[in-house]
């Protein structure tokens, strides 16, 4: 007998997330892509407006909607411009039984925070609480019907600093440097491509959103916040983020401490992967190695008390639309594994 389908909304299906969330969907076995809504794409088949899924017979019939004709499903995966979802929420709280968010809006806890960084959402509170959740860290999986999914470069800043941090190595200082591919910015991103290509630059030195949401998330993981210099640039790629992260080690902390606490944090994780002693360049994670795929790639390089940690990962997949499926199939009591790629597209 064939196994029962969930079924699932896609709210935003045409954008980047959106579009990446329906690709890894259309090869789910447990999974009916049963509602993916758009805005000016309402109406317009799938394929039209993701050319590379028009080729799957699942994608045949599949058209955009308005989110307003929602209808009632298992799942549904908030992949709307930040902002956007809070004045949805009575209708998707109605219609689904879980929602998982891409979205900034519900991650922050601090109302403080909150208003400075998401003033829409602080505007327009939840009347229900969402529960932030990284698979890899979370010690339970969470009960709650609303989940928000990290931030792409939080994520990987917190793979990064996450087994220092828990394991009480280095100090509280931490500067990271982060950099990001172009579709960060999403679907309706304003730059033109012509000013991207051939270049890197800055993007933002100070007070970036993730800064509170990294804060935040190695306080409830680690049990401690590091004080950070958070900066982030733009690189001249599609997809993928590389983050570094330069902390000092605590007296009496050597390269064996810290080789153990990234063992032992990530040992047994499927998508969080530890390269083991890197010397040459290629070692080390890279785009590369992980565009494609949901796997991070972390590494650790320790010189006296000065370590650097870095970690890669494809935006659109393990930094959103990825991480937020491995959640889905570990909330539905599916293989977390379902419909996840582990390798990635090269060359
Ligand atoms: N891009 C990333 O790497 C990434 C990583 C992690 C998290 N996120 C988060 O994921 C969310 C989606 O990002 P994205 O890059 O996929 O954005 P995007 O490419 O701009 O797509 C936005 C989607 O929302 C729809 N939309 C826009 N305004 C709407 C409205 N007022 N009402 C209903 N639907 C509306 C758009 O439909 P139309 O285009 O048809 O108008 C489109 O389907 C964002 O909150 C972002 O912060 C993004």
Redesign the pocket.
Known sequence: MAEQKIRVAV????????GEVIRLLLDHPQVELAFL??????GTPVGAVHPWLRNHPGAAGLK?RP?AELEEVDVAFG????G?LPAQMPLLAERAKRVLN???DFRLKDARELAEYYPKTAANPPADEFAYYIPELSPTVPESRFISLP??MAVATVYALYPLFAHGLVDPAVVVDAKTGS??????GSEQPAERSGNFRVHKLHGHRHTPEIRQALAEYAGAAPDLRFSTHSLDVPRGIMVTAYSTLREGVGSLDVKRAFAKSYVGKTFVRVRPAPKAPQDFPMLKAVVGSNVAEVAIAVKGDQCVSVTALD??IK??AGQAIQAMNLVSGFDESAGLPRTAVSP
């Open positions: 709210a935003g299906a045409s954008g980047y997330t959106g809504s758009a805005e000016r794409s309402a955009f989110l992949c709307l411009p930040t956007t891409l979205a900034g931030g792409c579709t960060g910015g999403g679907r309706g935006n659109l930094g959103a």
